[in-house]
């Protein structure tokens, strides 16, 4: 299996997908973040940042656009060992998002704020995997339930 981090979806057929209505309910985005060792602005400005630094900066941001979309941030945290299976290069920080849907995941990023915030996450990331995921009610504890919920699921888990 080979693994390519990307900052921007590149292929034509995975963003031909990403314009497809996706599965019902809510979706989770799993998000593999792999971060540049200094922010490198496009716009040419010096910065001190760390990537990472500048990626909390769009983080931030985010975690306030993300309730106007209807979801939310859920969980975040750095990677600090891999247990099975070998990658080239570990990530640096896991991070999942709930949106009621794919489609509300797209808006998102083509608001005039996301895309204001997002000069941050180019600076600071090498690349990234984003893989959206479904709900396993029959293993998903109730405080997960609850996010599903409160993004307006009302099919929570559903595979369709």
């Not at 299976?85 to 808006?107: F, H, K, N, Q, T």
């Amino acid at each position: 299996m080979q693994v390519f981090n990307d900052v921007y979806p590149t292929d034509p057929a995975q963003i031909e997908a990403l314009r497809e209505k996706g599965p019902e309910g809510p979706i989770f985005m799993v998000n593999l973040l792999k971060f540049k060792d200094r922010a490198e602005y496009e716009d040419g400005r010096a910065t001190t940042l760390t990537g990472r630094e500048a990626y909390q900066i769009y983080g931030r941001a985010v975690t306030q656009i993300l309730p106007k979309f209807g979801g939310q941030a859920v969980f975040a945290a750095d990677v600090s060992f891999l247990s099975l299976g070998r990658v080239e290069e570990l990530w640096d920080e896991i991070a999942i998002a709930a949106y009621p849907d794919r489609g509300s995941m797209v808006r998102m990023s083509f608001s005039p704020e996301w895309r204001e915030a997002s000069v941050h996450r180019t600076a600071g990331l090498k690349g990234q995997l984003n893989i959206e995921s479904l709900l396993a009610p029959e293993f998903a504890p109730d405080w997960i339930k609850a996010i599903a919920q409160s993004v307006g699921s009302q099919a929570v888990g559903s595979k369709s």
